[in-house]
């Protein structure tokens, strides 16, 4: 059983990563938050102990490994532009940390933490559930055995319906979330580049603080993918049968489903990361790059 202590119990990913503490047998022995409404620990490990100052909770941490009883692995569900700070206090606390996506915003951020990873001797884990996911597996495996010079023709369309409140959080700050590309779409650039290959060109055709959309390609697909997070952007139908949700991804025409299937992926991924394996830091390191490119690219080049 491993001692577990998480960053960012109030968020919305938490429950997750609390459900897959618990179904793969460890236990949480701290968590740290410095908002309060986290009532979800009774649900899952309702004896943690609960701190709202990292202070407190970085004192409580070296309490336990002066006792003999430290923390084994660190879980990072903070705001994206504080992954880096919370993974370095992790693996410098003695720690490995498993960080929800995006690990990091920037592809220099991969560059220092791979020092400090190799400083510490600590790994660093990350969470790529797409990769895990029997329909994702199914498609790979499909492309892998088609001739290497096959090229394939993707749309991919995600729009996930928020409300005002989005843009008044850190998620809609550019510098703490990374935008739309990044926030709601690092994890299928992961998917896509881990199915067809290699980035080979990113264009730009839409950037707004609520929705992106673009082309890339890919050493085996030509994508082009649509992110929003304005309902506007929802189909007639859609919106007809009152879903604020789109998931789309096609394959030269024909709908991928992976609609279903994501309710025990982050367990799949934790037991995946206990037994020994799991996602690493060069395993997250092509998506990060994708995303910065996409977020800086320049209006001026062309499309």
Known sequence: MKRFA????????????????????????????????????????????????FERFDRHLDKLKRKGE??????????????????????????????????VLSPWNVDALAEIQQETGRRIYTILQLRLHPSIIALRE????????????????????????????????????????TNIGVHFFDMLIWIFGAVKDVQVSRMT???????????????????????????????????RTFRSLTLEGKEIEFSEGFTDLHTASYADII?????????ARAAIEVTHQIRNFSAAAPL
């Open 6 to 53: 998480l960053i960012g119990a109030a968020g919305f990913i938490a429950p997750r990563h609390l459900k897959a503490i618990k179904d793969t047998g460890n236990t949480l022995v701290a968590a740290l938050d410095k908002h309060d409404n986290v009532g979800v620990l009774d649900s899952y490990f309702p004896d943690t102990n609960f701190f709202t100052e």
């Open 70 to 103: 430290p923390v084994e692995i660190i879980s990072i569900c903070s705001p994206n532009y504080l992954h880096d700070s919370h993974i370095r206090y992790a693996l410098r606390y003695g720690a490995d940390a498993i960080c929800e996506k995006p690990l």
């Open 142 to 181: 499909q492309v892998r055995q088609a001739p290497k010079d096959k090229v394939y023709d993707i749309d991919l369309q995600y729009i996930t319906s928020r409300g005002n409140w989005y843009h008044a959080s850190w998620k809609g700050d550019l510098s703490k979330s990374g935008g739309i590309a």
């Open 209 to 243: 603080t609520d929705a992106a959309a673009g082309y890339l390609e890919l050493q085996q697909a030509r994508v082009h993918w649509m992110l929003s997070i304005n309902a506007n952007d929802l189909p007639a139908d859609v919106k007809a049968s009152g879903k």
């Open 275 to 283: 037994a020994g394996n799991g996602f690493g830091l060069e395993d």
